[in-house]
Nanobody, 125 residues
Framework: EVQLVESGGGLVQAGGSLRLSCASS????????IGWFRQAPGKEREGVACISVTGGLTYYSVSVEGRFTISSDNAKNTVYLQMSSLKPEDTAVYYCAAERDISVYGCYKFKYTYWGQGTQVTVSS
């Protein structure tokens, strides 16, 4: 059974940093692309950053490029999202998702089958 478990969310002041973790199990980690997505109240879920675990190709949305970094620890089957220079508009529930053998270009949510339960990130002004 595929499982994705996010952690690391919380409350932070604007300009601060957080690191989210997505621990995975139940599939061959190396064969997958993993993405971070977020959904703010009343808004569509959007792709934030995606990574191809084998090869390390990454894709970032324009809104986070230069502030967020996605990385993977293959030994731990875990993907991280390091978030810096956080802004109030980054407030959302953050989800990780996984899909086998796909391009990470565009970080499109419709491409991903397996999803975690989400973790709340709140950035105060």
């Amino acid at each position: 059974e595929v499982q994705l478990v996010e952690s690391g969310g919380g409350l932070v002041q604007a300009g601060g940093s957080l690191r989210l973790s997505c621990a995975s199990s139940g599939f061959t980690f190396d064969d997958y692309a993993i993405g971070w997505f977020r959904q703010a109240p009343g808004k569509e879920r959007e792709g934030v950053a995606c990574i191809s675990v084998t090869g390390g190709l990454t894709y970032y949305s324009v809104s986070v490029e230069g502030r967020f970094t996605i990385s993977s620890d293959n030994a731990k089957n875990t993907v991280y999202l390091q978030m810096s220079s956080l802004k109030p508009e980054d407030t959302a529930v953050y989800y990780c998702a996984a899909e086998r053998d796909i391009s990470v270009y565009g970080c499109y949510k419709f491409k991903y089958t397996y999803w975690g339960q989400g973790t709340q990130v709140t950035v105060s002004s």
